[in-house]
């Protein structure tokens, strides 16, 4: 599915400057149907007067609408709170922020990818262990292909992540780490958003030597126990709020 071509002018028309917006969601797992929403996730700043006063700005801003016929699921954080959730071991955060799907960036942005090595540690495989388990019972419910390709995708990725300690979060960039029928599904859920897995004969299986692999990789990984780069992340959000966003664009 072509991504529209008015995406660039949504950052414009939200109440906060955006430090960056990308595409998330089956867009950027590599398996988006015809039907695919349009999930665009990014950062918002706050101004220094909703956030040192009485009245505070909001934390989390979440809209959704259609355009062109076309579903746009739109969140920002404020940079604050995104660096706190970087620094949580938040693999969706990270997805979020290197996503090469970018629609806008900024100086901040490319300092906050800059700093995101510094934010890995052995410890986001519990955010994909824990996320894999919540889409397999999902799938186990419905059956339907898109839980069950979000299944093998994020533990793909934590995998590979584990390994590497590189982010890649496009599954048909990851078939090496799945079963060999995993393209045949990709197929699949180009044709409808909510079509229902062909087969379920051996998957379980499968998503159990997947696990185990992600267990494995977690356990002898030589990313560290902690992430690095909280003085760093600090230091650019104080930058952003006090000096203003014009000096940093």
Same mark, same amino acid.
């Given at each position: ?182 393209? =045949?599904?990709? #197929?699949?859920?180009?044709? &409808?958003?909510?079509?229902? /897995?062909?087969?379920? !004969?051996?998957?379980? $299986?499968? @998503? ?10 977690? =356990?002898?990984? #030589?990313?560290?126990?902690? &992430?690095?780069?909280?003085? /760093?992340?600090?230091? !650019?959000?104080?930058? $952003?709020? @006090? ?7």
């Amino acid at each position: 599915m072509k991504l529209p071509g008015w995406l660039p002018e949504i950052p414009g028309e939200q109440p906060y400057p955006l430090v960056f917006s990308t595409v998330s969601g089956a867009h950027l797992y590599g398996f988006p149907s015809m039907d695919s929403d349009v999930d665009l996730r990014g950062v918002h700043v706050l101004p220094v007067e909703e956030v040192a006063g009485l009245r505070h700005g909001p934390q989390t801003l979440e809209r959704m609408w259609t355009r062109d016929g076309v579903e746009v699921d739109l969140v920002t954080h404020d940079l604050a709170k995104f660096c706190r959730l970087l620094l949580g071991r938040n693999g969706y955060v990270l997805e979020q922020l290197l996503s090469p799907l970018v629609v806008t960036s900024s100086p901040v942005h490319e300092e906050l990818v800059a700093l995101a090595p510094g934010c890995l540690t052995r410890h986001h495989a519990h955010h994909y262990l824990g996320f894999a388990r919540t889409q397999w019972r999902l799938f186990a419910k419905r059956l339907e292909l898109k839980p069950l390709l979000y299944t093998f995708r994020v533990l793909a990725t934590g995998t590979h992540l584990m390994r590497t300690g590189e982010l890649e979060a496009d599954l048909t960039r990851l078939y090496a780490y799945g079963p060999a029928y995993l393209p =045949d599904l990709v #197929a699949a859920k180009a044709e &409808a958003e909510h079509g229902r /897995a062909p087969s379920t !004969l051996g998957l379980e $299986a499968d @998503v159990e030597r997947m696990t185990a692999a992600l267990e494995a990789a977690r =356990d002898s990984s #030589a990313l560290p126990e902690r &992430a690095t780069a909280e003085a /760093a992340l600090h230091d !650019l959000v104080v930058r $952003a709020r @006090v000096r203003g966003w014009d000096s940093l664009t």
